[in-house]
């Protein structure tokens, strides 16, 4: 098994692994906790309009993707806040738009976009060092914005009009944690891909909520999850030649469903 680490790709794609369940387990503790999973969904597919601009510049992708997807997470964060229209109706509208954006610019973009497929669905395996270096940037960025607001994120996600009349800019954090989101889908795109980002997101998170209540070893055992099944989700795509995004969601999917179906027959076996 070892014996693939011989090949430069494979080793950046355990790396990028590594460094995408950081952020996946620290951001996606506060989408569980805070249940924006929709809004989350929407950032991630209204950022397509920023890999579309990638193109249409003639520049790396995710170059184009960073600022696209900060700024959907802007818009989201103060229509969601201030607008007299529903917050799921406003998300998908901002979703749609999005995607609607990446689709024109790609179409006016001369050649073809030989690598679309793999910021839709994932392509771990195809991680250049380049890309580490973007990806270890904004975990550190990340890490350092938690670390500074540790304790008003933990105020908003669990009690937020308590977090109003304490004196806390609820609506300023808010957006400042949905731009955490937004540079979390940038680090997962070529995990996973838009279509499946949610799914690395929540389900670390969400497993990691059933073992404490406490929001940092949430997140310490969230990273553990993403990190144990991205790399497990690696080596199998790579042993039978299959996508390696959705091998790795199938993994995290599967060990889930078998966790919670357990969960749930542990009272009868105790009977």
Known sequence: MLEILQYDFMRNALIAALLA????????????????????????????????LGYYLGTNPLYGLIPFSLLSAIVMGVVSKRSKVAEDTAIGILWSLGMAIGIILINKTPGYAPDLMTYLFGNILTVPISDIYLMLGLDIVIILVVYAFYEEFMALCFDEEFSEVAGLSVEKLYILLLCLIALTIVLLIKVVGIILIIALLTM??????????DLQKMMYLAIFFGAFFSIMGLFLSYMFDIPSGATIILVMSSVYMLHFFYDGLKPKLAR
């Open 21 to 52: 369940s950081v952020a996946c387990g620290i951001i996606g503790v506060y989408v569980v906790v805070k249940r924006i999973v929709f809004i989350s969904g929407g950032i991630s597919h209204a950022s397509f309009g920023g890999i579309g």
């Open 204 to 213: 670390p998170a969400s497993l990691s909520r059933h073992y404490t209540s």
